[in-house]
């Protein structure tokens, strides 16, 4: 009898952390002033559909890049680096912002499992708490990493204006480093 309790124990204690450790995935909450918001660790799928989609696609069919950029966004090997994308879907700069990076990484044929989009509320929060491993302050975020390894990151919107040229520098100072 003992020997039971101790392995029903053992498997409840099992349970409870695989349980714990389980990241929900493409969580949508809804609240009388900000409407449906996504929340948390999102698939690409979620903002294709209603309400997201709308902004969504507004943006990313009216958003032309800049092809020379584009070009030289092939050749630095954008599918070598991993991305983490922080967007508020209440936020209209992430309204911009994220539905142009999609847009770039399409076109670069970049790898979808190589980005970790995580989307937050208006205090900035994700349920993991993801923002405060990386110091999010503003959103959209975009950070692009090597090796597990923070390289750059985009903030809000792009310095020189464009994202496609904003990556590339990001690119081209990583790979010039290299030769120091």
Known sequence: MKKISMLLGLLACML??????????????????DGKMLLGTQTLDQFRKEPFKTWFDEE????QIDP???????????????LVVFVGTWCEDSHREFP???????????????MQIIAVNRK???P?????????SKVPTIIVKKYGKEIGRITEMPETGF???????ILKKDNSSLFK
């Open 128 to 136: 993991s708490g993801e923002e405060g491993l990386y110091n999010i």
């Open 100 to 114: 142009r990076l999609i847009k770039i990484l399409e076109n670069v044929k970049y790898n979808p499992e190589r």
């Open 60 to 63: 990313y069919n009216r958003y």
């Open 163 to 169: 994202l496609e040229k904003d990556l590339l520098n």
């Open 124 to 126: 900035k929060e994700s």
């Open 16 to 33: 409870v952390g695989s349980c714990a450790e389980r990241v929900i995935v493409n969580r949508e909450v809804e609240s009388k002033n």
């Open 68 to 82: 020379a950029t584009l070009a030289e966004l092939k050749k630095e090997k954008l599918n070598s680096y991993g």
